[in-house]
C-alpha cells in the first residue's frame, strides 16, 4: 500500500489517500500540451471526486483511493526541453 499526503489548491488542509493500485501503473504523454497521465489500474477509472493541488497536479478518487494523476507542465517540472 502506498500512502501519499496532498493539499488542495487554495486550502491549508492535507489529505493523505491511498493509491488504488501500485501492482498496475501505466503512463500516458501528450506532447503536443506537455501532461504526463499517471493511471494505476487497469483501465482509466470514473472517478467519484477530483481536485487540483497546490502543485497543479490533478488527482483523481475513486472510493477514496486516488486512481490517477494529471501531471500539467510536465516537461519543465523535470528539465526536459520539448522540440
Given at each position: 500500500m502506498v500512502i501519499i499526503m496532498v493539499g488542495e489548491r487554495g486550502s491549508n488542509v492535507k489529505r493523505e489517500l491511498t493509491i488504488a493500485d501500485v501492482e498496475h501503473i501505466w503512463l500516458e504523454y501528450d506532447r503536443q500540451n506537455d501532461i504526463l497521465y499517471i493511471n494505476f489500474g487497469y483501465d482509466v477509472e470514473d472517478a467519484d471526486e477530483s481536485f487540483?493541488?497546490?502543485?497543479?497536479?490533478?488527482?483523481?478518487?475513486?472510493?477514496?483511493?486516488?486512481?490517477?494523476?494529471?501531471?500539467?507542465?510536465?516537461?519543465?517540472?523535470?528539465?526536459?526541453?520539448?522540440?
Open positions: 487540483l493541488t497546490e502543485n497543479d497536479i490533478v488527482v483523481r478518487i475513486k472510493n477514496g483511493k486516488v486512481v490517477s494523476l494529471t501531471v500539467f507542465d510536465f516537461s519543465k517540472r523535470v528539465g526536459i526541453e520539448q522540440y
